[in-house]
């Protein structure tokens, strides 16, 4: 089926990228068309927490991105509180959160009520103001003509399709649930991952920009996520914020070998990329009570409902107590076969480093948060790697505009939001601004050239 073009842009995903986008270029004044693989609006973004931020500035971000594209981390900087009041002026609700001490200076804000009806409220709006939304419908390959966007083939439940357009803007939501890709970029452990998002984010832009000429920046091998409880804890999209041991940095993770294996105070967002390494995929994260009772403290962000032991044992997962790191070491052995005498002694060391606070006397040093974990109970919960969306994508410029092997923009073709690569390399600053920032950049880039 060939389309007439009544389409100046279309957008693939309509996450947070795919419908600031598509705001954006409707109000440029660009007739717009988003085509959603899942039979609901939102993506990923709609099941996330609804907090928005990134770091306050291009310093504070390149100590969380060190090798990251730089003038794409000015852009995302200089673009987020312009961004934020331009949600509020579009009605949605948007309201600020405080910081709180924290590695690098954040600015925050909240979608309230939730995600989903701030996304379904824009959606509204993008329709009452014309423009199209189609779920079911999946991106599956780019046409350019001389060298120019000039279509889009589609799946739906009907069929195969093909529609004309001049813009396209890819918001796909990366590759985390590509287990093809996860395996040739993260390797053979990355099967035990467990999906932070929705399953559609299959990579579908990426590989279609691909094959129409795009260049990739990574890295591919890594991602943002979290630790998460292993089975038999039930983890989905339901409860996976409410799960997830975000008091990692003060405890220690050890693998199944009993050792640690990286610098736990980097952040578990951080060291998720160790743990698809180690053996099975899997670590033990050892605390005490201590750091149970105190979770709001060393946590990195307020929550009302702190108790993450409490809520992985509701999921059904197994949370190991004993009064003595030596009983918790034996049944660690039993029951995970877990060396206890290696586990003791890297309990028995760090416990040591704390008193000196000296990380870095460890063999794998740790740079902060020594606390020193004597408090009984003491406490082992099996980890695995949640992802929520992946680092590598297509290579961007400031603009949106998706670059060939030559560092040309290719006409026609622009990014937002987890499809874009080189932005996030390291750490975690935030990923729905990414969205937000740059939906709303290739929104009213798109629409310029569909203008001519």
């Known amino acids: 089926m060939d389309n007439a073009p009544t389409h ?21 004044g660009a007739r717009v068309l988003v ?50 009041e331009w949600l509020r002026s579009l009605g949605l609700q948007v309201t600020d959160v405080e910081d709180r001490p924290y590695k690098f200076k954040r600015d925050i804000v909240r979608l309230d009520p939730d995600p989903r009806t701030a996304f379904e409220s824009l959606a509204q709006r993008i329709e009452a103001d014309g423009g199209t939304i189609r779920t079911e419908t999946a991106i599956t390959g780019i046409e350019r003509d001389n060298g120019r966007m000039s279509a889009v083939s589609v799946s739906t439940p009907s069929g195969s399709e093909r529609i004309a357009t001049s813009a396209l803007i890819l918001a796909t939501g990366g590759f985390q649930g590509n287990a093809e890709l996860r395996a040739r970029y993260m390797g053979p452990w990355s099967d035990r991952m467990i999906l932070r998002g929705v399953p559609e984010n299959t990579g579908d832009g990426l590989l279609a920009a691909i094959d129409a000429g795009a260049r990739t920046s990574g890295p591919f091998s890594r991602f943002y996520g979290h630790y998460l409880p292993a089975p038999p804890a039930e983890v989905g999209l339901h409860n996976f914020v409410l799960v997830k041991p975000d008091f990692s940095e003060y405890a220690i993770t050890i693998n199944l070998r009993g050792e640690r294996f990286d610098d736990e105070f980097l952040g578990d967002e951080v060291t998720v990329h160790s743990l698809i390494h180690q053996p099975e995929g899997m670590g033990v994260l050892l605390f005490d009570q201590h750091i149970r009772d105190n979770m709001e403290q060393y946590s990195q962000w307020p929550t009302s409902d702190v108790d993450r032991v409490r809520n992985i044992r509701d999921a059904g997962g197994h949370v190991m107590e004993a009064d003595t790191w030596k009983s918790l070491a034996e049944q660690m052995a039993t029951e995970w076969q877990v060396p206890a005498a290696t586990a003791l002694q890297t309990i028995s060391a760090y416990n040591t480093t704390c008193q000196d606070q000296n990380g870095t006397a460890l063999t794998v040093p740790k740079s902060g948060g020594l606390v020193a974990l004597e408090t009984p109970p003491y406490y082992a919960v099996r980890v695995l790697a949640g992802i929520t969306y992946t680092y590598g994508g297509v290579t961007i410029n400031p603009s949106a505009e998706i670059l060939d092997s030559s560092d040309r923009p290719i006409p026609g073709l622009y990014a937002a939001g987890a499809d874009c690569g080189g932005i996030y390399t390291r750490g975690y600053t935030g990923g729905l601004s990414m969205g937000l920032v740059f939906g709303r950049i290739a929104g009213q880039t798109a629409a310029a050239y569909s203008r001519g």
């Open 8 to 28: 100046d842009v279309i957008i693939a995903g309509s996450g947070i990228g795919g419908l600031c986008a598509t705001r954006s270029a409707q109000e440029s």
């Open 35 to 84: 085509i959603e693989k899942a039979n609901q609006i939102g993506g990923s973004a709609a099941a996330s927490g609804g907090t928005i931020w990134t770091a306050r500035n291009l310093e504070e971000w390149s100590k969380v991105q060190p090798s990251g594209n730089t003038a794409l981390g000015q852009t995302l900087v200089n673009g987020f509180k312009p961004g934020v």
